[in-house]
């Protein structure tokens, strides 16, 4: 059985950081570029991070760019995104991605909250 199970999300104070977690199961994960995605509430889904398979590629979306890193462990089916100088806009449920033979799967999502 395909799953992806996030992990990590928390309240997190502005301009702290957080690392989320991405484990894998039931596919060939090292073969599988992996995606975060995030949806704040009353907003559409949103692309956050890309990796691709043996980690050549990395691609952010731009309010991101510098502060959040994609990271990938193949050993251990795990995908990683570490968040720094974290912001209230960065709130949102961020959710795991990838496409298996042209099928979307989506993990349940992990909630990250910054506040004061």
């Known amino acids: 059985q395909v799953q992806l199970v996030e992990s990590g999300g928390a309240l997190v104070r502005p301009g702290g950081s957080l690392t989320l977690s991405c484990t894998a199961s039931?596919?060939?994960?090292?073969?599988?570029?992996m995606s975060w995605y995030r949806q704040a509430p009353g907003k559409g889904r949103e692309w956050v991070a890309r990796i691709s398979m043996h980690s050549t590629f990395r691609n952010y979306l731009d309010s991101v760019e510098g502060r959040f890193t994609i990271s990938r462990d193949d050993a251990e089916n795990t995908v990683y995104l570490r968040m720094n100088d974290l912001k209230p806009e960065d709130t949102a449920v961020y959710l795991c991605?990838?496409?298996?033979?042209?099928?979307?799967?989506w993990g349940q999502g992990t909630q990250v909250t910054v506040s004061s």
């Open positions: 039931g596919f060939t994960f090292s073969q599988s570029p």
């Open positions: 991605y990838t496409s298996l033979n042209g099928q979307d799967t």
